[in-house]
Nanobody, 126 residues
Framework: VQLQASGGGLVQAGGSLNLSCTASGLTFSLYTMGWFRQAPGKEREFVAAVTWSGGSAKYADSVNGRFTISRDNSKNTVYLQMGSLGPEDTAVYFC????????????????????WGKGTQVTVSS
């Protein structure tokens, strides 16, 4: 199983960036998908999650209203559209897959996920 995140980069404050995470080796449509991030010197934290169907999503308070998670099961890909970025959003962003529901993946930092991808760096300059 591989989760490959891409789309990170350097962006100015107030800008936007779109991340993608493409999965292989698993039945993608059976998994709840999530995005997490880890800033330097900080613990990994939950950012957003979407149910297997894409019908429901949850967001961390810090990104709610600025970020949008979505998925395309035909492409085995989950997306994270990030807007109104600030320096506080600078982090390595990871995607994760969980067979259980959205509440489970929201707790993945504490209790684990079935699969984690390698991260993609997002740097927001002020």
């Amino acid at each position: 199983v591989q989760l490959q995140a891409s789309g990170g980069g350097l962006v100015q404050a107030g800008g936007s960036l779109n991340l993608s995470c493409t999965a292989s080796g698993l039945t993608f449509s059976l998994y709840t998908m999530g995005w997490f991030r880890q800033a330097p010197g900080k613990e990994r934290e939950f950012v957003a999650a979407v149910t297997w169907s894409g019908g429901s999503a949850k967001y961390a308070d810090s990104v709610n209203g600025r970020f949008t998670i979505s998925r395309d099961n035909s492409k085995n890909t989950v997306y994270l559209q990030m807007g109104s970025l600030g320096p506080e959003d600078t982090a390595v962003y990871f995607c994760a897959a969980h067979r259980s529901g959205i509440k489970a993946i929201m707790s993945a930092v504490e209790y684990g996920a079935h699969y984690w991808g390698k991260g993609t760096q997002v740097t927001v300059s002020s």
